[in-house]
């Protein structure tokens, strides 16, 4: 079946550090992709998507590239600043058939001043 | 603000009890998701709801049931309550179907079971 591999945490930076947290799926044909983050004691939320082979999204300085040849969708931010302490999920949908969103088990991100 | 809302936001009840969660979801959306997210599990995909009817399915167990109504709000059933089912469960929304457009989240309710 889906599913999505992500990079184990949890990760630990100073701020203004670059970020990298690596994500790989496994799934039939060309799904959406997304990155979702979810702060202390709320829901969800968008970051950023991409729904086709080369897409990049990006969003609050965050930025991710749908790479099909090597089935990943890496998140990367130049310079991470505490706000940025979270965690980070990131999924895939299938076009079609389920339209479930299925998520990586999560990856938290901790900034230190 | 998604625009999905979710109450109660905690619940906190005993084993062998029943509860219900309900979400509504964003203006315009049809689609309804529910999720469960526990530290051992992660964000564990329960069900859908498409304009009233059931779509898919996940891992759900059989003493757990849910609805979509015709308003197209949605209501999640907990029975028999055991420990393990204590996590925090996520309502999300979508415009329709396709995989194209994100699920919206409401900030989810902590059920613990005592």
């Known amino acids: 079946g889906d599913s999505v591999t992500q990079m184990e945490g949890p990760v630990t930076l100073s701020e203004e550090a670059f970020l990298t947290i690596n994500c790989t799926y496994t799934?039939?044909?060309?799904?959406?992709l997304f990155w979702y983050v979810q702060y202390p004691g709320e829901g969800l939320q968008l970051l950023l998507k991409?729904?086709?082979?080369?897409d990049k999204g990006s969003n609050k300085g965050f930025e991710a590239t749908y790479r099909k040849e090597t089935t990943s969708f890496h998140l990367e931010k130049g310079s991470v600043q505490v706000s940025d302490s979270a965690v980070y999920f990131c999924?895939?949908?299938?076009?079609?058939?389920?339209?479930?969103?299925?998520f990586g088990q999560g990856t938290r991100l901790t900034i230190n001043p | 603000d998604s625009g999905v809302t979710q109450t109660p936001k905690h619940l906190i009840t005993a084993t062998g009890q029943r509860v219900t969660l309900r979400c509504s979801p964003r203006?315009?959306?049809?689609?309804v998701y529910w999720y469960q997210q526990s530290l051992d599990q992660g964000l564990q995909f329960l069900i859908q709801?498409?304009?009233?009817?059931?779509?898919a399915k996940g891992n759900i167990l059989e003493r757990f049931s849910a609805q979509q109504f015709p308003d197209l709000h949605s209501e999640l059933n907990l029975s028999s309550l055991e420990l393990g089912d204590s996590a925090l469960y996520f309502c999300?929304?979508?415009?329709?179907?396709?995989?194209?457009?994100?699920?919206?989240f409401g900030n989810g309710t902590r059920l613990t079971v005592t």
């Open positions: 799934a039939t044909g060309y799904p959406s």
């Open positions: 709801y498409y304009n009233g009817e059931e779509r």
């Open positions: 203006s315009g959306d049809l689609s």
């Open positions: 999300a929304s979508s415009v329709g179907q396709g995989g194209n457009s994100p699920l919206h």
């Open positions: 999924a895939l949908r299938r076009i079609q058939g389920a339209q479930k969103l299925v």
């Open positions: 991409a729904t086709k082979a080369d």
